[in-house]
C-alpha cells in the first residue's frame, strides 16, 4: 500500500479553510435575505405590468395610445403583422415605448416575465436545485386525499445530485403558481409538447417528457436552461440597482435561494432532520452548513426491485400500520386546524411556540378569515393604548411585534387571494403515429 502523497503538514490548515468558506456562505445569505422580498416584489409587479399591458395593447388598433401606470405606448402593426394573421401565425403585438422610445414585443416580453416569476417562486418555496426545478414536468405535481375529503398537494422530485427522489409538500401558494404554469401549457385544449432535454452533468438527452418549464421562442420549443435563469437573475437585478442600493453590489444566483430556504426553516424551529430530508440533503452537516415521468419498464422493475429488497430484510420492519399508529396521523391533521387558518409544522412535532400563532411562522391563515384579522388588530391597539397609558413598556413592546406580524400575514394572505383560481381541464392526449395512419386511411 502507497502513502498518501498528502502529509499531515500539507492539510493542517484545511481545517480553518472549510470554516471560512462557511464564513463567505452564511455572509451571502445573510446579506440577500432582507433583500429577497424587494426581488420578489418586482418580478410580480413586473409581470402583472407586462400582463396588463399585453391585454390592452391586443384589443388596442394600429396607431392607438395606451397608458399604462403612468407611461403611454403606441401600438405598432405593418403588414408583416397583416401576412402573419392571413396565415394563420400567432400574433405578434409589439408597442412603441414613448418615454424611451424603444420598441417592445409585448407577447415575448409577458411570457418571459411569466416564466421568470414562476421560477423564483418556485425555488424560493421549495429550496429545491435548478437542474431539479427545470427537470419538473406534469406528473411531477400529485395529491393524496385524506379519508375526510382533504386533499394535500405534494411535488415529486427527481433523483439529481444526491440520486434520490423525494416527495415534498406544496403551500397553496406553491400550487397555485404550478397550475398557473399549467394552465399557460394547456391553454385552448392543448398539451403540454413533449420535449427532451439535455443534461449536461449526464452529457446525454433525457426522453420526451411534459417539462413545466419550456418556452416558445419563434419556431422553437426548448426546456430553459440553467445558464438562463442564471442570465435572468442578473439583469434582474442590475434594474433593482438603479432604485434600490442593496442591488448595486448583490446579485442572486438560483441556488441562493436553496439557501435562504434552509436557513428560514431552521430559524423558524423545523428540526433539522426533516430539513435535510425536504432539502434532499444525505448528511446533516451539509444542511447544517448551509416525479419524473418513468416509463413503464422502469417502473416495473423498480418495483421488483423494492420488493426483493422487502423479502430480504426482516419481516417486523415491513409491518401492517395498526389503527391506533392510523388514527394518531390522522388526528395530527385535525390538531393543525386553527381559528385563523391551518398550521403548516411537520407531522410529529409539537407546537414550538406556545400556541401564539400570530407570532408563529407555521400559520396559514385562511383568507376568509381576514375580517377577524381586523378585529384582532383593533383589540391590540386598544391594550397598547391602556399598556401606554399604564406605562407597561414590556407589554407595549411585546404588543408592537405582534401587531408588525400579523400586519404582515394580512399582506401575504391577501397577496395569496389576488392569485384567482386555476381550472386545469382535462388534458388532451395526442394522437400517435399509429392512430394517425389510421384515421388518414
Not at 166 to 171: D, L
Not at 233 to 260: S, V, Y
Not at 304 to 327: A, C, K, L
Not at 380 to 407: C, F, K, M, N, P
Amino acid at each position: 500500500m502507497a502513502p498518501c502523497p498528502a502529509g499531515d503538514a500539507e492539510v493542517r490548515g484545511f481545517g480553518v479553510r472549510k470554516r471560512r468558506v462557511k464564513e463567505r456562505m452564511d455572509d451571502r445569505t445573510r446579506q440577500r435575505q432582507p433583500l429577497l422580498d424587494t426581488l420578489v416584489g418586482y418580478m410580480e409587479a413586473r409581470y402583472e405590468h407586462l400582463r396588463a399591458l399585453l391585454e390592452r395593447a391586443d384589443t388596442a388598433g394600429g396607431g392607438e395610445v395606451i397608458t399604462l401606470d403612468g407611461r403611454a405606448y403606441e401600438r405598432l402593426w405593418s403588414r408583416v403583422d397583416e401576412r402573419r394573421i392571413r396565415l394563420g401565425g400567432k400574433e405578434n403585438v409589439r408597442v412603441l415605448d414613448q418615454t424611451s422610445g424603444k420598441h417592445v414585443n409585448v407577447a415575448a416580453a409577458e411570457d418571459a416575465a411569466f416564466f421568470e416569476w414562476a421560477i423564483v417562486e418556485v425555488l424560493r418555496h421549495t429550496g429545491i436545485r435548478i437542474e431539479e426545478a427545470l427537470e419538473l414536468t406534469h406528473l411531477s405535481v400529485r395529491q393524496y386525499q385524506r379519508p375526510n375529503g382533504e386533499i394535500i398537494a405534494l411535488l415529486v422530485i427527481a433523483p439529481s445530485k444526491s440520486d434520490r427522489e423525494r416527495v415534498i409538500p406544496m403551500s397553496a401558494e406553491l400550487f397555485s403558481i404550478a397550475a398557473a404554469i399549467i394552465r399557460r401549457h394547456t391553454q385552448d385544449g392543448r398539451a403540454i409538447p413533449l420535449l427532451p432535454r439535455y443534461d449536461p452533468h449526464e452529457r446525454q438527452a433525457s426522453p420526451a417528457m411534459p417539462y413545466l418549464f419550456q418556452r416558445e421562442i419563434g419556431t422553437n420549443q426548448d426546456v430553459i436552461s440553467p445558464a438562463t435563469v442564471v442570465n435572468m437573475l442578473r439583469r434582474r437585478c442590475e434594474e433593482l440597482a438603479e432604485r434600490h442600493p442593496g442591488f448595486l453590489t448583490t446579485c442572486f444566483t438560483p441556488h441562493d435561494f436553496r439557501r435562504l430556504f434552509a436557513t428560514e426553516l431552521v430559524n423558524n424551529g423545523l428540526p433539522i432532520h426533516i430539513g435535510a430530508a425536504l432539502l434532499g440533503h444525505l448528511n446533516l452537516e451539509t444542511t447544517r452548513g448551509y416525479v419524473a415521468v418513468f416509463n413503464e419498464d422502469v417502473v416495473h422493475h423498480y418495483q421488483e426491485f423494492i420488493g426483493r429488497r422487502r423479502n430480504s430484510r426482516p419481516s417486523d420492519e415491513y409491518r401492517d400500520v395498526t389503527e391506533q399508529e392510523w388514527s394518531e396521523f390522522e388526528e395530527h391533521f385535525d390538531k393543525r386546524k386553527v381559528g385563523l387558518g391551518g398550521c403548516t409544522r411537520p407531522y410529529g412535532t409539537p407546537c414550538r411556540h406556545e400556541h401564539s400563532c400570530l407570532r408563529c411562522p407555521m400559520l396559514a391563515i385562511n383568507p376568509k378569515m381576514l375580517p377577524r384579522l381586523d378585529e384582532i388588530e383593533e383589540d391590540l391597539l386598544a391594550r397598547r393604548a391602556r399598556a401606554e397609558r399604564e406605562s407597561w413598556l414590556g407589554e407595549v413592546e411585546g404588543i408592537d411585534l405582534t401587531l408588525a406580524l400579523l400586519r404582515q400575514k394580512r399582506e401575504e394572505t391577501n397577496r395569496l387571494a389576488r392569485i384567482a383560481p386555476v381550472n386545469l381541464g382535462i388534458p388532451s392526449i395526442q394522437p400517435t403515429p399509429a392512430t394517425r395512419r389510421v384515421r388518414s386511411t
